[in-house]
């Protein structure tokens, strides 16, 4: 790693050193009411209960493959934990070689979040990068936040070309690092793009401008909107690059400038943000807001701005935005407030349901130590159920089709995202069910709506591929097709896996086709494969699906650009199980079928995609 760039890192973690967010205050998640979920349950740790596998780290396993360095950097509902926690659930053995597995896969999920140094390619700062044409700096716009990223406005055309038309050669060091964090997120950005010039060669520019943007900005303090705005556009970047704990550090300190700058108050005559239309500022506060909860959402980490410090009036004109009527500055801020409020409310009731949210948590099968309280769930999930409906409506408010249509993508793939989240850490309990053993209404309910949403966002994926809508460098589009593709493996994984394509096993197949359809030099969807990758080998005496095969067979987006339409394989490839295709497959070839000659992984996702929890007929919600 290059001096300037390991300079840029330690001043931004001696910053975010400082920013304590305990002292923002929390909300009390104490105020338990009993329920029959909750009520008398005890909160115990360690070992096994009842012959049932179960996760803690009081295990007898070695503490350095139980909890690494790096895992304990995330939170026991982040997907990072959830992904190893359930893994082991599902172990026959535990040994040395079971150790190495674990390791591994928790190796492959902690470089999913975090890349290591060695993976992260710098640009020498000696070298100069020159700004793009104003013509392809409104194309790299375009591709941002007009296509892929509508519902992030950190910045408008209007307000980009009063940048450009402001610029020259003498420019200053805050303008110009903006210039660059909008060309970084656009050469991410477009796979149409990426398919002309290369991917290779559009990610050495992305790279280029992020790092010339970083060395413009002095961190210690905020110049003004236009640096927000500009580590706004880096967070962004790092997400498309899948640095998600890079786009937490900045997202903290975002949230800090924001702050600093008084947006998250009324307008006072002679501050500094008063040069901005008052709705621009609002929105502004709900893109930092959003990122923020999303990155702690996906992390679970501590939020680094708390609601009660937002003024109550700001407060609620970003609620009161459902019912503005349609007009040219709210076409988009209602479905943008409606989509915050989604990530809020998830956000919300993980804290809430998982009170034991802390590093010794327990996912166990036995119900009384599970550490989950479902007495506030039920009103998390009927506000997640007023606002999937929300947010259908709130996309007719927009003008434009195109962005209409956009919008309602983002949307959708945000109602399932919140879902797999809310709902994954339930999915241990697929296992008892599999093997017919009590399981609560409540518990298996929510195990149901997780299969459920999993096996339709799969199928919204496969559909907007179609429709040529799926973008590689998106993390939201990828990271939710991922959890829904890890849940459906999880099923089978209960179930004792299949030796034949079971309707479970082909959706699974699919959804890992649409992340290979989506690699793109390193980004995501490839990170993405080596976690499945390394889940294999955890879980191959269970499920198996030749990954190298699939993506042998599947052209990427960028490389295919109009001409891919599907997941579905070629006769070839398709109807092949896992077994003839990999001869060291570990899988039973004993198939559980059940009535019809139906697997019983089949069963269950028949029954899950029949229940209905709560959404609407418009294809949002379980």
Known sequence: MNDGSSHSDQRIDALLRRLDPSILGEEDLNDVQPSEDSEGHRRTHGGTTGGHPQLSTASTRP?????????????????????????????????????????????????????SDSAVQHHDPGVGIILPSQSEFRELYRACFEEHIILYQVITETELESVLQNSSPGTGAVATALLHSIAALGFACGRHRHSELGCDHNIYLAKAHAQAARSKLDLPRCEGILSLQSILCLVLYFLSRSNITLAYSYSTLACNWLLQLGLHRESLRGSPNTSLPEHRRKEIVIVALKLQVYLTLTLDLPLALQRKQIDSEMWASVQSRFDSDPSENVDRSSPSSCHFLLLEVTKEGLEKTFTKSTNDMTISNEEAQDHIDLSKL????????????????????????????????????????????????????????????????????????????????????????RHKTLEPSSWFQTYTLFLAVLTLMFLIAAHRGTTHPSEAWKKGEQGIRILAAMRCHDNGASKCLKVIRALIDQLSHTVEFDIDAIERTTPTLCEACGDRTSTTPSASVFGQSPATRDARMMVSNVVQLQHGGKSAADIMLAEANDFVLFGNNYGFGG
């Open 63 to 115: 503490k350095g493959v139980r909890q690494t360095a790096e895992s304990c950097s995330f939170g026991p509902t982040s997907g990072h934990s959830i992904i190893c926690r359930l893994s082991l659930a599902f172990e026959i053995c535990d040994d040395s070689e079971s150790d190495k597995r674990s390791l591994r896969l928790a190796e492959s999920v902690t470089e999913l979040l975090r890349p």
């Open 378 to 465: 039920g009103s998390v999930e009927a506000r997640l159920q007023e606002l999937i409906e929300r947010a259908f409506n709130s996309t007719a408010r927009i003008a434009d089709p195109r962005q209409a249509k956009a919008t309602k993508l983002d949307l959708e793939m945000t109602t399932y995202s919140c879902q797999l989240m809310l709902y994954m850490p339930f999915l241990h309990y697929v296992e008892r069910m599999a093997k017919g053993m009590p399981t609560s209404r409540t518990r298996s309910q929510r195990v149901l709506t997780c299969i459920k949403v999993a096996s339709k966002t799969i199928t919204f994926c496969d559909n907007q591929l």
